[in-house]
């Protein structure tokens, strides 16, 4: 998808709305624990900013559910943002509304401001037109740079933009990164391509693995989301966590196991080589000082998988090792308990090997990206995605109509 980048627009004395991802992570004194999202958007602030722009950031955090909830006020992260840029940020008390539209007329070219959460209002989830509007009213120019959010056809990343005539609609750098990075993994990847797949949940991976057993090498499968198939194959997991089922909106339930049956079906006949785990790091009890044990490739009964063994961690490792292009989403075990951390570290200290060597190593977002985080190896890698969901459903193929309805370049 080439699309115009935000450096295309003509900024100076312009007020630029930018859908920023800054949806970070809170302790109980409001401090931002985790800054990363808003450190990778800092480019195209500053770019915006460096042209003159007046820059608008509009984002959502957390879940309010259309409703004000103080514990998810935006003004955290302006106050992170100001620290990040080392000069000041304003901050709007709302997102839409006669006080906002104030503030908006008063800034000067280099301003920035910062609006209250976007799902304070309803508007904002069902794409509402009049939300949409007001929010349109802000703006001279829309950039969106929230690639967390580009799955969600929400009034700020789809209402907004489809208001705005041809020529005032741009992406940021970081959506162009993150389409740059999946994108060529998935549609020109260097050879040998392999795909390490972990986490707890399987049931939001199904897709993923069907398009890419048709464009990997190798999938190496970890984490929980392996015990569901292994529960297929007719395998003991003991008490191991294992996704059964999926309630949908509608009432009805999905069965996990059934699908898991109908895709080993399909790996069967796939040209991808497809690896599940030999062996397990078991654990008498979901804690890190319970007793351990190695244990494959079933389980005994009383015991739970908690990471990949020994034997599993040099296979994949193994495998792992000339790779020219590597995508990972999910981890291989419970890494945040030190016991059980050791087959997610391996494989990331063997991805920033492939790195190291000219490889190109795609880390999806959330819990991956936070293992990569606590292990120090962040730097290492090639790109680490923002988007948790938005990673997954781009892995999957889907077109995303929040990006497409940007100009093109």
């Known amino acids: 998808m080439a699309k115009k980048t935000l450096d295309k627009l003509p900024m100076k004395g312009k007020r630029v709305l930018v859908r920023v991802d800054f949806n970070v992570p809170l302790d109980e004194n409001a401090n931002v624990t985790d800054d990363r999202r808003i450190r990778m958007a800092l480019p195209t602030i500053k770019c915006a900013m460096a042209a003159g722009a007046r820059v608008i950031l509009m984002s959502h955090l957390g879940r309010p559910d259309g409703q004000v909830k103080a514990k998810y006020s935006m003004k955290p992260t302006a106050t992170a943002l100001a620290k990040l840029l080392g000069s000041e940020v304003k901050f709007a008390p709302d997102c839409i509304g006669p006080e906002v539209e104030k503030m908006v007329a008063a800034m000067k070219d280099g301003d920035v401001l910062v609006l209250e959460n976007l799902r304070f209002h309803a508007g904002e989830e069902k794409n509402d037109e009049t939300f949409a509007k007001a929010l349109r009213g802000l703006a001279d120019l829309y950039v969106?740079?929230?690639?967390?959010?580009?799955?969600?056809?929400?009034?700020?990343?789809?209402?907004?933009?489809?208001?705005?005539?041809?020529?005032?609609?741009?992406?940021?750098?970081?959506?162009e990164k993150e389409l740059k990075f999946l994108g060529e993994a998935l549609e020109k990847p260097q050879r040998p391509f392999v795909a390490?797949?972990?986490?707890?949940?399987?049931?939001?991976?199904?897709?993923?693995?069907?398009?890419?057993?048709?464009?990997?090498?190798?999938?190496?499968?970890?984490?929980?989301?392996?015990?569901?198939?292994?529960?297929?194959?007719?395998?003991?997991?003991?008490?191991?966590?294992?996704?059964?089922?999926?309630?949908?909106?509608?009432?009805?339930?999905?069965?996990?196991?059934?699908?898991?049956?109908?895709?080993?079906?399909?790996?069967?006949?796939?040209?991808?080589?497809?690896?599940?785990?030999?062996?397990?790091?078991?654990?008498?009890?979901?804690?890190?000082?319970?007793?351990?044990?190695?244990?494959?490739?079933?389980?005994?009964?009383?015991?739970?998988?908690?990471?990949?063994?020994?034997?599993?961690i040099d296979l994949y490792c193994?495998?792992?090792?000339?790779?020219?292009?590597?995508?990972?989403?999910?981890?291989?075990?419970?890494?945040?308990?030190?016991?059980?951390?050791?087959?997610?570290?391996?494989?990331?200290?063997?991805?920033?090997?492939?790195?190291?060597?000219?490889?190109?190593?795609?880390?999806?977002?959330?819990?991956?990206?936070?293992?990569?985080?606590?292990?120090?190896?962040?730097?290492?890698?090639?790109?680490?995605?923002?988007?948790?969901?938005?990673?997954?459903?781009?892995?999957?193929?889907?077109?995303?109509?929040?990006?497409?309805?940007?100009?093109?370049?």
């Open 144 to 175: 969106n740079d929230a690639f967390g959010t580009a799955h969600r056809k929400h009034a700020s990343t789809y209402g907004v933009p489809a208001l705005m005539p041809q020529g005032t609609r741009a992406i940021g750098f970081l959506i």
């Open 318 to 409: 193994e495998k792992l090792a000339d790779a020219k292009t590597v995508l990972w989403n999910g981890p291989m075990g419970v890494f945040e308990m030190a016991p059980f951390a050791e087959g997610s570290k391996k494989i990331c200290d063997t991805m920033a090997d492939v790195a190291k060597r000219g490889g190109v190593v795609v880390v999806g977002g959330g819990d991956t990206a936070a293992a990569v985080e606590k292990f120090g190896l962040a730097e290492k890698m090639t790109h680490i995605s923002t988007g948790g969901g938005a990673s997954l459903e781009f892995l999957e193929g889907k077109p995303f109509e929040t990006i497409e309805i940007i100009d093109e370049a």
């Open 196 to 312: 390490v797949l972990g986490g707890a949940k399987v049931s939001d991976k199904i897709a993923v693995i069907e398009n890419l057993l048709t464009k990997v090498d190798r999938l190496l499968i970890g984490g929980a989301m392996a015990y569901v198939f292994m529960v297929a194959r007719g395998e003991n997991v003991g008490k191991s966590k294992v996704e059964r089922e999926v309630v949908k909106k509608d009432g009805s339930k999905k069965d996990i196991i059934a699908l898991a049956k109908k895709l080993l079906e399909k790996i069967k006949t796939s040209k991808a080589e497809v690896l599940f785990p030999v062996d397990h790091l078991v654990a008498k009890a979901f804690a890190a000082d319970a007793e351990t044990d190695v244990q494959g490739p079933a389980m005994e009964d009383d015991w739970m998988g908690l990471d990949i063994g020994p034997e599993t």
